[in-house]
């Protein structure tokens, strides 16, 4: 995974101004706006809202390709992109929150690399930090039992996508038939059971909320689980 080639391309499959809207409501939700490390920010078009919305947001990202993407739009100067693995999570910013938006933290591997995460996210955050990320819920294994293959064209690109799950693992191939050849990439996340994290996260002192696809109180079935952690004091 390495979203090298799927740079290119990638505003153009998933861009969703209405879904971005809806980030930018759930942070506020839990925070008004202040100094924010993003992680895993992608093409940045979260991380642009929360600037133009007023908050500061330091915005880091694995991938090279992503950040040069976001760094190439216009933004106001209240974000700055930077490579960086969330695993080594560290800004020069005295941040208020920390945010982890799209389910790039089903990225990680293990159980034990998600509770990395979150300690390094409790270290970095005062008293009242608060810490806010989604996770992909048990019901995307079941919805992708059975290949799902989507096909087309961007621009004049054509493409694949196809998602599959096995285990606790969810597969996606992404294939795109360019004028410099077939550029293919992989990616793999993990599926966590969601009260280990919730476990995990108040063992690092967080107090939890949880909702479920942005409107529901607690978990329930559904695409995404979103973890709301403020640091006690």
């Known amino acids: 995974m390495s979203y090298d080639s799927l740079a290119a391309y990638y505003d153009a499959l998933v861009k969703d101004e209405e879904a971005t809207a809806a980030w930018l409501d ?17 093409s940045g078009e979260i991380s642009i809202a929360l600037a133009e919305a ?6 880091t990202d ?18 700055t992109f930077r490579v960086m693995d969330m695993l080594d999570m560290q800004t020069a910013l005295s ?41 992909h819920t048990p019901q995307r294994l079941e919805e992708f039992a059975e290949e799902y293959i989507e096909e087309g064209m961007l621009e ?3 493409y694949q996508w196809t998602i599959l799950s096995d285990e606790d ?4 191939h992404f294939a795109f ?13 993990t599926v966590f059971n969601p009260l280990a994290v919730l476990q ?8 939890v909320e949880i909702m479920t696809d942005f409107t529901q109180l607690g978990i329930q079935p559904g695409e995404k689980l979103f973890y709301a952690g403020r640091k006690k004091a």
Not at 26 to 42: Q, V
Not at 169 to 172: E, L, S, V, W
Not at 200 to 207: C, N
Request: glycine letters at 8%.
């Open 156 to 158: 004049d690109t054509p």
């Open 62 to 79: 694995l991938s090279p390709a992503m950040i040069q993407a976001a760094q190439e739009k216009p933004h106001p100067d209240a974000v």
């Open 177 to 189: 038939w360019t004028s410099e050849g077939l550029k293919e990439e992989h990616h793999v996340q």
């Open 169 to 172: 693992r969810i597969y996606q």
């Open 26 to 42: 759930y942070t506020r939700r839990y925070l008004e706006p202040c100094s924010l490390l993003e992680l895993a920010c992608g």
């Open 95 to 135: 941040v208020e929150g920390i945010v982890c938006y799209c389910d790039s933290l089903n990225y990680l591997t293990s159980l034990a690399q998600v509770g990395q995460f979150i300690d390094k996210a409790a270290a970095l955050l005062g008293p009242h930090g608060v810490l806010l990320f989604d996770m």
């Open 54 to 59: 007023g908050y500061t947001v330091d915005a």
């Open 200 to 207: 995990r996260m108040e063992a690092a002192g967080f107090e």
